[in-house]
Nanobody, 126 residues
Framework: QVQLVESGGGLVQAGGSLRLSCAAS????????MGWFRQAPGKEREFVAT????????YYADSVKGRFTISRDNAKNTAYLQMNSLKPEDTAVYYC???????????????????WGKGTLVTVSS
């Protein structure tokens, strides 16, 4: 069974950094485009970042561009989200997702995700 497990969330002060990890199992990780999404209380889930199968291509939401970096280590079946210069508006539950479909390179929309993690909470204090 496919499983995605996020870790690394927590409480951090504005301007600080966190690194989220997404450990994948039950799938051929190198064949999946990976993405990070987030959902703040009372708001819809939104796209954050995505990375292609080999890590050659990445794409970010405008709100995090220049501050967040998505990466992956296929040997470890793990995707990462390095978050720097965090702002209070970054507070949300962050979800890891995988798109496992032939021809798919990126994961830009939540409806394209085939698998989801349960999320990890990131709280940024002012």
């Amino acid at each position: 069974q496919v499983q995605l497990v996020e870790s690394g969330g927590g409480l951090v002060q504005a301007g600080g950094s966190l690194r989220l990890s997404c450990a994948a199992s039950g799938l051929t990780f190198s064949s999946a485009a990976m993405g990070w999404f987030r959902q703040a209380p009372g708001k819809e889930r939104e796209f954050v970042a995505t990375i292609s199968q080999t890590g050659r291509y990445t794409y970010y939401a405008d709100s995090v561009k220049g501050r967040f970096t998505i990466s992956r280590d296929n040997a470890k079946n793990t995707a990462y989200l390095q978050m720097n210069s965090l702002k209070p508006e970054d507070t949300a539950v962050y979800y890891c997702a995988a798109r496992y479909r032939p021809g798919a390179t990126l994961l830009l929309n939540d409806y394209d995700a085939d698998y989801w993690g349960k999320g990890t909470l990131v709280t940024v204090s002012s």
